[in-house]
């Protein structure tokens, strides 16, 4: 599984270029996005990293160029299924062959940059809500009579969604739902994704994607937007075209890959973020790890599926295992914020016996831009 926004950091990738052969993805990047990729995901600045125009390429190439690491270990079962989390979907129909990589940049940067106008139009926001179902949320919002005006851009797991709309108006649901004892946490991000205020980019950046050549995956993909493997290359263009005004409904696909059986998850992509509401789905999750060599070792062993996602070469803090709102967005909590000292204590083990970074193997498939 690849992650989306939210992941980013300083120093991300560096450990992924050239001593993976990664090469190829880092030029493609750069070719099509018209900035310096490398330089900005290793030496930033955090601020213009954290842009969504920036970021959102800076991800994928990341994403990828593990993807390519990591498959070039031999570690990556063949019958994987991938799914990504909202822009960690491109990566997913990449390595699925859906896409191939200079048609994967050429729809994120035009995704990057049409998401970022349209947040620069008006005042939005997004919140994350803690501790309370989809079906909760949305029965506050229609009390409030604010349906259609304030949405759910994130079902994340079962006890975590995220909120998104104007921000006055969002606000206002907020801090409802926490007078209801449903904390929120706005998230720090400058637009209200997945939601109907993104609708003005839709003409250009449907035909962006009506121009890609896109093929019936090789291997299986979930989509974001319907929880479902796409039926036909022009699914998949419907769905990338209106996912950016529709929710994430990131519950339901990993839903979906547990009712086949238990599955193991392998999280690729800069920081590890989505193993914690994966793992809120209960004892149906069999293991969620980075993809380092001796964790996809482990993971690799003869199972049902595996779920190839934004993953981290290396984990900056044991807040990023536990903490993320996930939601193309910034974390907000630490690791301080788990409670008691003895979960606190836990979390620094933890932390501790994470790899510290990719196995940089000889990278034999990574297709020219």
Not at 24 to 38: L, M, N, P, T, Y
Not at 183 to 197: D, I
Not at 329 to 353: E, I, N
Request: glycine share 8%.
């Amino acid at each position: 599984m690849f992650t989306g926004q939210g992941a980013q950091r300083v120093g991300m990738g560096s450990d992924v270029d050239e001593a993976a052969k990664s090469k190829a993805v880092w030029d493609c990047a750069c070719d099509i996005s018209g900035f310096d990729v490398r330089r900005m995901c290793w030496k930033g600045p955090m601020g213009k990293l954290s842009e969504t125009r920036y970021q959102q390429v800076a991800v994928t190439a990341v994403n990828l160029a593990s993807y390519y690491a990591l498959k070039a270990s031999r570690l990556l079962p063949e019958d994987s299924v991938f799914i990504g989390h909202s822009v960690g979907e491109y990566s997913a129909l990449h390595a699925s062959g859906a896409l191939d990589l200079e048609q994967t940049f050429k729809a994120v940067n035009a995704r990057a940059i049409g998401m970022q106008t349209q947040a620069e139009q008006t005042k939005e926001a997004m919140y994350a809500v803690k501790g309370g179902s989809i079906v909760q949320v949305n029965d506050v919002i229609d009390a409030m009579g604010l349906h259609g005006q304030v949405v759910i851009a994130n079902d994340n797991s079962p006890l975590q969604v995220v909120i998104a709309g104007n921000s006055g108006i969002v606000k206002q649901v907020g801090t409802e739902l926490s007078g209801r004892r449903l904390p929120t946490v706005r998230l720090a991000v400058n637009g209200a994704w997945h939601s109907p205020l993104m609708a003005g980019m839709l003409p250009e950046y449907g035909s962006l994607l009506r121009s890609l050549d896109i093929r019936m995956p090789s291997s299986q993909i979930l989509m974001n937007r319907s929880a479902q493997e796409p039926l036909s290359p022009q699914e998949i263009r419907d769905n990338l075209t209106y996912h950016v005004v529709e929710t994430v409904r990131w519950r339901e696909t990993v839903e979906k890959l547990l009712q086949r059986n238990k599955a193991r998850f392998l999280e690729v992509g800069p920081r590890k973020v989505l193993c914690a509401p994966v793992s809120r789905h209960g004892s149906d999750v069999v293991g969620c790890a980075q993809p380092s060599e001796r964790s996809a070792r482990r993971i690799a062993q003869p199972i049902p599926s595996v779920l190839a996602s934004d993953a981290t070469p290396r984990c900056a803090s044991m807040a990023s295992a536990d903490r993320q709102m996930i939601g193309d967005a910034t974390p907000v909590p630490d690791c301080g914020s788990l409670g008691s000292q003895a979960q606190t204590t836990h979390c620094s083990q933890m932390l501790r016996s994470l790899p510290s970074h990719l196995p940089a193997p000889r990278l034999q498939e990574a297709p020219a831009c």
